[in-house]
């Protein structure tokens, strides 16, 4: 019985011959990203920008009233809440941006918290406050501070470590990848004006430790071909590679897609910002590991003597001493 593979053997796609359009496109798509971040902004939550989370239960009906409970607490003039089931159908979470001048008046915070509960409890007899959390903005601002330096120190002591196991071509190759991906899943946000939590923070993270997953099997693949195909054109060679890595790459993300889209159709809304993320970065991560990571060897001038040690005077005097002996 002959097992299924997805990816015949001995595939022979050349890559490489689109390299420089994609990088084109590419380029392109990380512009407009990086415009619509700073243009229209990312739709930040609760977590970074501050604000409140109530909990409520309603202990008489199977499924919560969303869409009254919406509109009872959107008549109360604090803006648009964020209702999101949590748990169990009967329970959800009511988020809520903090009212102007909370930072210099904090009662002002409590006042809306009193006023949203009530006003539940009034519309909705059945309705069981759990909880009501508040994060301040100061706070707020800081996870934000510390969830970006998060991005950027893992994007870079990454680059270091394939710096160290390569050569500095693969990690700034590794690098612009990273940074590839991860301003496009930015820029999915800024487009759809989903919510930006910390949630979508550790989607991040995930993205890159999967990207640089992918990016190095590519790599140490591309580094046993420069040794043994030691006059084989670097094209060439890079296409072998991906040739070489692509049934493992195929078949490794399809997997994980899978379970993203199951959980995209299926899941719950609380994590649909998460799922959304990572399944946007395990295109683009796959993309990159191809178009990104390996056609910038080509540019950055990597050769088959990027890995062949250096030969110092007395090692080669030795050398030509036991060939003559």
């Known amino acids: 019985m002959k097992l299924l593979k997805l990816v015949p053997d001995n595939t022979n796609i050349r890559f490489l011959r689109w390299r420089v359009p994609f990088y084109v496109i590419s380029l392109l798509l990380m512009a407009a990203s990086v415009t619509l971040v700073f243009t229209k902004g990312l739709n930040l939550g609760v977590d970074f920008v501050g604000g409140q989370m109530i909990r409520v239960t309603f202990v008489q009906t199977p499924a919560a009233p969303v869409a009254e409970l919406r509109e009872t607490v959107g008549s109360l003039g604090y803006g648009e809440p964020i209702i999101q089931q949590f748990g169990k159908p009967n329970e959800v979470s009511i988020r809520m941006k903090l009212p102007e001048g909370s930072d210099a008046n904090a009662g ?4 809306m918290a009193r006023n949203i509960t009530a006003k539940i409890k009034a519309t909705h007899a059945d309705a069981r406050i759990d909880g009501v959390d508040s994060v301040s903005g100061k706070v707020s ?9 998060a991005l950027i120190a893992s994007m870079v002591a990454i680059s270091i470590y394939i710096w160290v196991r390569f050569e500095w071509q693969f990690g700034v190759g590794a690098l612009f990848a990273l940074v590839h991906d991860v301003t496009l899943t930015l820029g999915l946000f800024a487009v759809t004006q989903m ?29 046993e071909n420069m040794k043994k195909f030691r006059r084989m054109p670097l094209p060439e060679l890079l296409d072998l590679s991906v040739n070489e890595t692509l049934s493992r790459t195929i078949v490794t993300s399809g997997s994980v897609l899978i379970t993203l889209v199951a959980l995209l159709l299926l899941g719950p809304n609380v994590i649909f910002g998460f799922t959304a993320a990572i399944t946007l970065g ?4 796959t993309y990159s590991s191809i ?9 950055l001038r990597v050769n088959s003597a990027s890995f062949v040690p250096t030969e110092s005077d007395i090692e080669r005097q030795e050398r030509l001493a036991r060939e003559k002996a």
């Open 141 to 149: 601002g800081e996870l934000f501070k510390t969830g970006m330096q």
């Open 282 to 285: 395990i295109f683009v991560g």
């Open 195 to 223: 919510e930006f939590d910390l949630n979508i923070v550790a989607a991040l993270l995930t993205l890159i430790g999967y990207s640089l997953n992918d990016t190095i099997v590519i790599y140490d693949r591309i580094r």
């Open 291 to 299: 178009y990104m990571s390996a056609p910038i060897l080509i540019w």
């Open 108 to 111: 002002l915070a409590d006042e």
